[in-house]
């Protein structure tokens, strides 16, 4: 016999109210969420930074509906530090486009001290992600690399053999610009986007690479890394973008090179840059570190610390006691 289940529900003394599933919408803000998102204000956060984190944690936190105040003080609170994170770690533009990408959101959260703390993070900034359109997540830390972890060995040659087989000029132009300028020179994702062909300057055996923005400073392109910036500048552009040429607005070419990015044609900015990172820090003093890498100070190095190298002890104890005082 087969139970035939009822659509009108029975008559009941309990006060029924519809229940939020997991991941489900819930139509509406807690009653006075609008007072408590425009007139938010982090602790520990300057006043400064805090001007330009603003207007991405505000917008943000006005498009998704929370039934309680205390998930909204939560959300808040999560994109303040996927934020920060973003501005003095992984050097992203504060866009939410690109911060409410699964992977990303997943990055940021995976450099937190506390479990806890990353887990109701991530749980939140998803809920934004896909009040916003993305695609559900699941709410897993451990099924996603860090973005912030060098390429292997294997990876960059996957990458190399993947865009090799490029036929359209503007994947072949964008592709091996990536590779060329974040992996050679370190270009953050927001610089990389604002690159142009006259920022790169051809001299004896390679390139070196102006860098606007924030963070002005002059870079050279590794030497192993110069053959995808010969690739690159071999193909004819409608304009002077080093990227995503004949896509002028901002926002399209962001987009143009995140879905490309998805569907696993475009490298990877954050990894090829920390790559990069992984490959100078064994060169470099702290000072020139922070000054080639667009940092404003060593604390942005701290993701680094297991690439920071120095010389054995019979090499540098010699160094030290004869030390100089450098010229600067």
């Known amino acids: 016999m087969t139970e035939q289940i009822n659509s009108q529900p029975a008559d009941s003394s309990v006060n029924l109210i519809p229940v939020a599933h997991y991941g489900q919408k819930n139509g509406h803000h807690a009653e006075g969420a609008e007072d408590l998102i425009v007139n938010y204000r982090p602790m520990q956060t300057s006043a400064t930074e805090w001007a330009v984190l603003r207007p991405f944690v505000i917008d943000v936190a006005r498009s998704v509906p929370f039934v309680r105040h205390k998930q909204t003080v939560l959300l808040l ?36 001290d506390s479990r806890f703390v990353a887990g109701s993070h991530q749980w939140v900034l998803l809920r934004a992600a896909e009040e916003r359109g ?31 087989t490029f036929t359209q000029d503007r994947d072949i132009r964008t592709a091996n610009m990536a ?20 920022d790169i300057a051809s001299v004896t055996g390679g390139y070196n690479v102006t860098i606007r923005g924030s963070a002005p400073r002059t870079v050279a392109v590794l030497n192993d890394w110069t053959i995808y910036v010969d690739r690159a500048l071999k193909v004819p552009t409608p304009d002077d973008w080093a990227i995503c040429t004949g896509v002028n607005d901002p926002s399209s070419r962001l987009k143009h090179y995140l879905h490309r990015r998805r569907n696993r044609h475009y490298p990877d900015i954050p990894r ?5 990172m992984r490959q100078v820090c064994g060169i470099l003093t702290v000072g020139e570190l922070v000054y080639a890498a667009g940092y404003r100070s060593a604390g942005s190095l701290g993701a680094f610390d297991p690439y920071l190298l120095r010389r054995a002890d019979d090499a540098l104890l010699p160094i030290l006691r004869s030390a100089k005082a450098v010229t600067r």
Do not use: H, V
């Open 134 to 164: 993305q695609e559900f997540s699941p709410r897993s830390l451990t099924d996603r690399d860090r973005s912030l972890q060098p390429l292997s060995a294997d990876e960059l040659a996957a990458a190399a053999t993947r865009i090799a």
């Open 272 to 276: 090829l840059r920390s790559t990069w």
């Open 179 to 198: 590779m060329g300028l974040s992996g050679g020179a370190g270009l953050t994702f927001k610089e990389l986007l604002a690159a142009k062909t006259s």
């Open 77 to 112: 609170r999560a994109l303040t530090r996927l934020a920060k994170w973003a501005k003095n770690t992984a050097m992203l533009p504060l866009e939410a486009d690109i911060l409410l990408d699964p992977d990303t959101i997943a990055e940021a959260c995976s450099t937190f």
